[in-house]
């Protein structure tokens, strides 16, 4: 399966944006997120609900959701020359070996594996990695968040004998990323996350909550979790997310919509200031990042399914992954790059054209074509309307 590069402009924005033909800055104002580009898939194996961690300039590793049909909990692939470069996973290693260190004397292990899902690594000081993760609790029987630390961002990675939180709500917790807000000084660190999934089951309505911890330890609880998103009733809820600062300090909040087997779609909250806590206006269905569909080159043609699980590059409000099915009926989800860029826009926060209920029925915007650019097709998702992208 041979990696291609596809310039092909995903426009995300609501009806009530006006783009202007300046860039996005801190002077601008508003700024509307699209992306510019898609390039993958970057190896031919399954990659889960992958997140990355970039070293140094060329140094980058990816981690994924457990291969079932391997007694591996956190596999891993590695590029050393860049984020499009040349990755290589690595076959039969573990960052967390079960032989060595498990996932936690908390954990419980459903369906003869560990059932570790969404790992996250961050680097935690200039010696130390951290890992958050997924997985079941053996008091509760909910998936809670646990942590691990290591030396080397291939492990082993130690867990800590306590998971660092299981939500009170009795859903439990899935999709973590960590992240680092650079803005303050010294830098704030988070735990976003999926808040209400039942084990084994994507049916309990959820949300993107957001929950602070010590800068030092990335363990240590900080206040209470902040609600970032309300799903739309009658949808699969929200999961997945990745946080970014835009250009003009406000965040950016990329998340999946609907179910992952049918009807998955990459979408963008934006925050109404520069704190990070929000509040942020989701827009559904208005402001569609990455959907399905047919991607061309004029030489070339590639399909992606159920595009979502996004993870930004570091500190990089521009370089992001993504899984993605290659056929629509494959289970099969494969992992993809590509790039942000933002537009200058004027933008109210009180109106808002996303009724959309996670079927591909509601009103706003799909992904559209920019003129001037390769030839792209991307088809538009059933009652979406195409406006001119910005440029």
Not at 140 to 161: D, H, K, L, M, Q
Not at 206 to 232: E, F, M, N, R
Not at 331 to 345: D, I, N, P, V
Not at 368 to 391: A, D, E, K, R
Request: overall charge negative; charged content about 15%; hydrophobic content about 30%.
């Amino acid at each position: 399966m041979a990696s291609r590069f596809f310039s092909a402009f995903f426009v995300a924005s609501s009806l009530n944006f006006a783009f202007s033909q300046s860039s996005c800055g801190p002077s601008s104002g508003a700024c509307t997120p699209y992306v510019t580009d898609i390039y993958g898939p970057l190896f031919n194996q399954i990659f889960a609900d992958p997140s990355v961690l970039k070293v140094d300039n060329s140094t980058y590793y990816a981690y994924a959701t457990q291969h079932k049909k391997e007694d591996i909990n956190v596999p891993y692939a590695v590029s050393l020359n860049g984020l499009r470069g040349n990755w290589t996973e690595a076959k039969g290693k573990d960052a967390m070996p079960r032989n060595t260190t498990g996932l936690g004397a908390w954990t419980v292990a459903p369906h003869g594996d560990s059932g570790l899902w969404d790992p996250d690594v961050s680097q935690l000081n200039s010696t130390h990695f951290i890992i958050y993760y997924a997985a079941q609790s053996a008091k509760t029987n909910e998936r809670c968040i646990g942590v691990g630390y290591a030396t080397s961002p291939t492990g082993p990675f130690i867990p800590t004998p306590e998971p660092l939180f299981c939500p009170s709500t009795g859903a439990g917790a899935i999709d973590v990323d960590g992240v680092l807000d650079t803005s303050k000084s010294p830098p704030d660190r988070y735990v976003l996350y999926k808040n209400g999934s039942y084990p084994g089951s994507h049916s309990q309505l959820s949300h993107c909550a957001l929950w602070q911890v010590d800068l030092a330890d990335g363990y240590t609880k900080i206040g209470q979790p902040i609600q970032l998103t309300t799903p739309l009733p009658g949808t699969d809820g929200e999961e997945g997310a990745a946080l970014t600062q835009m250009p003009n300090g406000r965040w950016l909040l990329m998340h999946t919509e609907g179910n992952w087997k049918q009807n998955y779609t990459t979408v963008y909250a934006l925050s109404n200031g520069t704190d990070i806590k929000g509040p942020y206006l989701d827009y559904h269905l208005s402001g569609i990042l990455l959907d399905s569909g047919n991607l061309t080159d004029g030489k070339n043609s590639t399909e992606i399914y159920q595009p979502g699980g996004p993870d930004f590059v570091g500190k990089s409000n521009t370089d992001f992954i993504f899984m993605a099915k290659t056929t629509n009926e494959s289970l099969s989800r494969f992992l993809y790059a590509g790039t942000m860029a933002y537009q200058a826009s004027s933008w109210s926060p009180a109106g808002r054209n996303g009724t959309g209920n996670g079927t591909g029925s509601g009103t706003g915007l799909g992904p559209t074509i920019v003129p001037g650019l390769n030839s792209v097709s991307v088809p538009l998702l059933p009652g979406t309307v195409s406006v001119p992208g910005p440029g």
